[in-house]
């Protein structure tokens, strides 16, 4: 039975993933999520419900659209395997429970923020800025986060990296972080806490710095190469719910 239900939540999680590329494609061009139902973005033909199933469509189609053949990106199926991944990893982790769909909701929504911020470099407000209040009531439903560590996490979060962007901004006269990160991070913190958004911002950093280093010296051109750390961020903040106390207290034990 639990097998079952482990299977059923990568199943919904395919679907969820589904939906999630429309989110992406369209709420930073402010087209509807809704209506009209999907098309080629080549030749405008509508595709078909049978063509429109979690990445097993993909497969039969061979990553091209029925009508004018032309290639579909494989980031489709990768945004949905990935979405049925970290479902079935919520169901796993803590069971068929409320506090389970509450972090794959988070999830969801930063899996849609990573890939708009890579895509546009913008962190829309209409997702973030909402997402700052629903899941500080959320705080009301989690066992092991409290109504005063989401507060303390929402304003550690947002204002720690207002405070380097501001003084960023005011030793080299240049922005360096945008308002979407400030509120991403604010949001962030509403559902891990401080403590939480103290690994984000370390192990964000640190992947970030990596990638940074590594594209700069690969291109060799642009050493002042403008990176997105919204991705960063919530590879830290995903990190932190599946594994965020056991790593810390790794970290601890060789401090010690």
């Keep these: 039975m639990v097998l079952q239900f482990e299977i059923l939540s990568f199943v919904f999680g395919l679907c969820v993933g589904s939906f999630l590329n429309v989110c992406i494609y369209r709420l930073p061009v402010s ?3 809704v209506y009209p139902g999907s098309a080629c973005p080549l030749c405008g033909n509508m595709i078909r419900f049978y063509d429109n199933i979690p990445v097993v469509s993909y497969i039969l189609l061979r990553g091209k659209c029925r009508y004018c053949s032309s290639i579909i990106s494989p980031r489709y199926a990768y945004i949905e395997l990935m979405t049925g991944f970290f479902s079935y990893l919520m169901v796993l982790k803590f069971g068929i429970t409320l506090e389970a769909l509450i972090y794959f909701t988070f999830i969801v929504v930063l899996i849609v923020i990573t890939f708009i911020d890579i895509d ?20 009301f439903i ?3 986060m409290s109504w005063m560590d989401s507060l303390i996490g929402i ?3 947002g204002g720690s990296l207002f405070l380097v962007a501001y003084v960023y901004t005011l030793i080299t006269k240049i922005d360096g972080m945008g308002g979407g990160d400030i509120k991403l991070l604010a949001m962030i ?3 891990v806490g401080l403590q939480g958004v103290i690994f984000t911002i370390l192990l964000s950093s640190a ?31 995903a990190t932190y719910i599946f594994y965020g106390p056991q790593l810390i207290y790794w970290y601890y034990g060789i401090l010690v």
Excluded: Q
Excluded at 120 to 138: K, N, T, Y
Excluded at 210 to 231: E, H, Q
């Design 31 to 33: 087209k509807s999520i």
């Design 120 to 139: 546009h470099r913008i962190i829309p407000d209409m997702i973030s800025l909402p997402g700052i209040p629903v899941f500080f009531a959320a705080s």
């Design 142 to 144: 989690l066992p092991e």
């Design 155 to 157: 304003l550690t979060g």
């Design 189 to 191: 913190g509403a559902v």
């Design 207 to 237: 992947v970030g710095t990596i990638y940074g280093l590594t594209v700069m010296l690969k291109s060799r051109k642009n050493m002042k190469l403008a990176v997105p750390f919204g991705p960063f961020l919530s590879i830290g903040a």
